[in-house]
T-cell receptor, first 108, second 114 residues
Framework: KNEVEQSPQNLTAQEGEFITINCSYS?????LHWLQQHPGGGIVSLFM???GKKKHGRLIATINIQEKHSSLHITASHPRDSAVYIC??????????FGEGTQLTVNP | DGGITQSPKYLFRKEGQNVTLSCEQN?????MYWYRQDPGQGLRLIYY???????QKGDIAEGYSVSREKKESFPLTVTSAQKNPTAFYLC?????????????FGDGTRLSIL
């Protein structure tokens, strides 16, 4: 069992839908990252959070430390949101443990 | 613009050859990282460096080598000892060594065996 598990692995939505991607981890962490990987392979850091909730535009990330669970929400989804979304847990020092990613496809 | 540059974008290697992947950053970041990405798996850490002239093995360092002679450069050599080198390689950097800042990623290099 991976230390960081994401669900679902694949997600298809219609434009405008509210989207939730989940991340569970089984180890103690000091922070959790959400990343976005575009089809060409480049990765962009979306959020880094250790408690509560963060919001940037249509993206919201939440974390529940007691339940060892984080969610990434996308409101009013758009085809340009199509990408792989990756959660990563900072477990020791500066090292990250990555989930396998969620492939999101938003159809017009 | 500040960022991380990986080159080349695509790289082909013959059996038994060593190849070096370039990673350069102009963000003045102390820490740099190399990851490997395989289909259906999460990124795995190969090597990381928190300061010039120092680096540590990650989870899958066998068959790889690195150097950190300059702050802005962290090249990765895939040696002939790496038996399954075909993968997507990502370089990243972060401002601090303690992991309190997010990592910035390059666009990756895709390595294939001929």
């Amino acid at each position: 069992k991976n230390e960081v598990e994401q669900s679902p692995q694949n997600l298809t939505a219609q434009e405008g839908e509210f989207i939730t991607i989940n991340c569970s981890y089984s180890v103690g962490i000091s922070a959790l990252h959400w990343l976005q990987q575009h089809p060409g392979g480049g990765i962009v850091s979306l959020f880094m959070l250790s408690s509560g909730k963060k919001k940037h535009g249509r993206l919201i990330a939440t974390i529940n430390i007691q339940e060892k669970h984080s969610s990434l929400h996308i409101t009013a989804s758009h085809p340009r949101d199509s990408a792989v979304y990756i959660c990563a847990a900072r477990t020791s020092g500066s090292r990250l443990t990555f989930g396998e990613g969620t492939q999101l496809t938003v159809n017009p | 613009d500040g960022g991380i540059t990986q080159s080349p974008k695509y790289l082909f290697r013959k059996e038994g050859q060593n190849v070096t992947l370039s990673c350069e950053q102009n963000l003045n970041h102390d820490a740099m990282y190399w990851y490997r990405q395989d289909p259906g798996q999460g990124l795995r850490l190969i090597y990381y460096s928190q300061i010039v002239n120092d680096f540590q093995k990650g989870d899958i360092a066998e068959g790889y080598s690195v150097s950190r002679e300059k702050k802005e450069s962290f090249p990765l050599t895939v040696t002939s000892a790496q038996k399954n080198p075909t993968a997507f390689y990502l370089c990243a950097s972060s401002m601090d060594r303690g992991g309190n800042q997010p990592q910035h990623f390059g666009d990756g290099t895709r390595l294939s065996i001929l």
